[in-house]
């Protein structure tokens, strides 16, 4: 389902993703682990293709990600790539419903639409109480 070929990816002259290649199964659940600094973040970000490596490739569901054009690339991840950020990156003056909707609306569905699958999804995870609750009033997991 995923497969990266010999990334690599740079600041300046750190190098900090180094010739990585894996492959992920569909179903397979994979954590990364290394000390902090090691290059996690910036390795998911590659893989989700929300950085661009300095060469090599990704792989989804066999697209080639960094061929897609920019805007092909944006539909894609908004359709098939989902992040839980380390720092949240919520809106701030959006309420918890409107933050888990906006994705959906982005996608093109409609706002009445939107609202209620991204309620359904703030039910799944038990935070039907909350989702009126701007960022500021949420605990931070
Ligand atoms: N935009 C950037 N510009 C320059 N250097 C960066 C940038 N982003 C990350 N780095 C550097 O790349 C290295 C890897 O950072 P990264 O965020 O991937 O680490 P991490 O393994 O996720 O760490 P943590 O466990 O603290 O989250 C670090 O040395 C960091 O300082
Ligand atoms: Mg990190």
Known sequence: ?????????????????????????????????????????TLLHLLGALDKPDSGSVRINDIDVFQLASK???????????????????????????NVAVPLWISGKGRKEALAEASEMLNTVGLELRKDNKPSELSGG
């Open 72 to 98: 092909k690339q944006a539909r894609f991840r908004n359709k098939h790539i989902g992040f839980v950020f380390q720092f949240h990156h919520l809106l701030p003056e959006f309420s918890a419903l409107e």
């Open 1 to 41: 389902m995923l497969s990266a070929d010999k990334l690599i990816k740079k600041y300046s002259s750190l190098t900090v993703v180094n010739d990585v290649s894996l492959n992920v199964a569909k179903g397979e659940i994979v954590s990364i682990i290394g000390p902090s600094g090691a290059g996690k973040s």
